[in-house]
């Protein structure tokens, strides 16, 4: 599917049986990065999506799933699928995925309530219907440790556009200006437990999943050499893990932090892979102007900014009239006890998809990351 595919149009979503409305005006955006993703054990995730949103999965996405072993590898290359997988969704592609306050017009299905540790996960397919003619709709997922979220099935809906309704994507100028960046630590919200508390403070979610997908990315750019990224919270995020899953002979390749407002290296200084913005409307990479022989790595826009620019703390609160220089006086956020981690999933994921997969030495990764998890690298 093509980047912003319907022109900044508003649409609703009706039902495929009667035509009733099932959602508020939504407009697209990118598909989340950690749109599937998994995290903890019995942790409260909050809802996926914002308020007016809609993103598409193009990938056939849910149940029915066949396991690896049974699925022929021609098969999968089809699929782009290029290393063994546990299981693949046989599911229709193209399912659509909102917030879900922004659902109208659709009733629960009791009998439908797969998972039920502390929510519905949604395993076993759709457990919201048409409120007007009951035909099953749509899927709600609010599972503990699950991104709440409800999922529109591609064959039970469809798509109308609001007659004079539209948004254009931002510009990264205007993005720039904007400047929503994604905190790299946030308080986690339990179901009580840790020192008494309802929530405990560690990495993000997001920046996981966000640096699960990255890591794949910059190990296919490595073609199996070292890489170097920028000192920094950009290190403190990469650099463990591309040092323990890459040799330490042969010459490094450099990977460098570039986008809108910070410019690429000069073309002297042997950079090899950019880390760029994904455009959290369109889901488009930035690229810099000209051909480039770069590796390009996605980050998703609000992680890249946080990298890229990060926002200056002081050590204590400064006391008297606030200097010109200083932009802020409150003490810096709480920041998690443990090394970073980057999502083992959404890294699984996004590796068996790039050709590179196919090579030995990643197909050998992929196949043992069990040591890897121990070690505390996922």
Not at 217 to 228: D, E, I, K
Request: proline share 13%.
């Amino acid at each position: 599917m093509p980047p912003f595919p319907n022109g900044g149009y508003l649409f609703v979503f009706v039902c495929a049986g009667c035509g009733a409305e099932l959602t508020a005006p939504l407009s697209q955006v990118a598909l989340p990065v950690h749109a599937h993703q998994k995290y903890g054990n019995g942790i409260q995730l909050p809802v996926l999506m914002e308020p007016g949103t809609f993103a598409v999965e193009p990938e056939p996405w849910g149940p029915p799933w066949r396991k690896g072993e049974e699925i022929d590898p021609d098969e999968a290359a089809a699929r782009g699928i290029h290393a063994p997988v546990h299981a693949l969704s046989y599911g229709a592609s193209g399912a659509v995925v909102i917030a879900p306050g922004d659902t109208r017009g659709t009733l629960l299905l009791p009998e439908e309530h797969s998972g039920s540790c502390c929510g519905l996960d949604g395993s076993d397919g759709p457990n919201m219907a048409c409120e007007a003619c009951g035909l099953p709709v749509a899927t709600r997922i609010d599972d503990c440790s699950l991104w709440q979220a409800v999922w529109l099935a591609p064959d039970a809906v469809r798509r109308h556009r609001v007659d004079g309704a539209e948004t254009a994507p931002l510009s990264w100028a205007e993005l720039m200006e904007e400047g929503k960046s994604t905190p790299p630590f946030e308080p986690i919200a339990t179901w009580g437990g840790r020192l008494g508390l309802d929530h405990y403070w560690s990495w993000s979610p997001q920046w996981e999943a966000a640096a699960g997908r990255a890591l794949a990315h910059l190990l296919a750019a490595s073609a199996g050499r070292p890489v170097t990224v920028p000192d920094g919270l950009t290190a403190e995020v990469f650099r463990r893990a591309l040092d323990t899953l890459l040799p330490a002979g042969p010459p490094a390749r450099r990977a460098a932090l570039v986008g809108p407002g910070r410019h690429a290296p000069d073309t002297n200084a042997d950079v090899d892979i950019l880390l760029v913005p994904v455009h959290p409307q369109t889901g488009e990479s930035w690229a810099p102007a000209g051909a480039t022989p770069a590796y390009l790595v996605p980050l998703p826009f609000g992680v890249w900014l946080q990298l890229a620019f990060p926002e200056p703390h002081l050590p204590a609160p400064a006391s008297g009239v606030m200097p010109d220089d200083v932009l802020r006086d409150d003490p810096p956020a709480p920041r998690s006890p443990y090394l970073f981690r980057a999502d083992p999933e959404v890294f699984r994921h996004t590796l068996v998809r790039l050709p590179a997969a196919r090579s030995p030495w990643l197909r050998e990764i992929l196949e043992n990351l069990t040591p890897y998890l121990r070690a505390g690298l996922f």
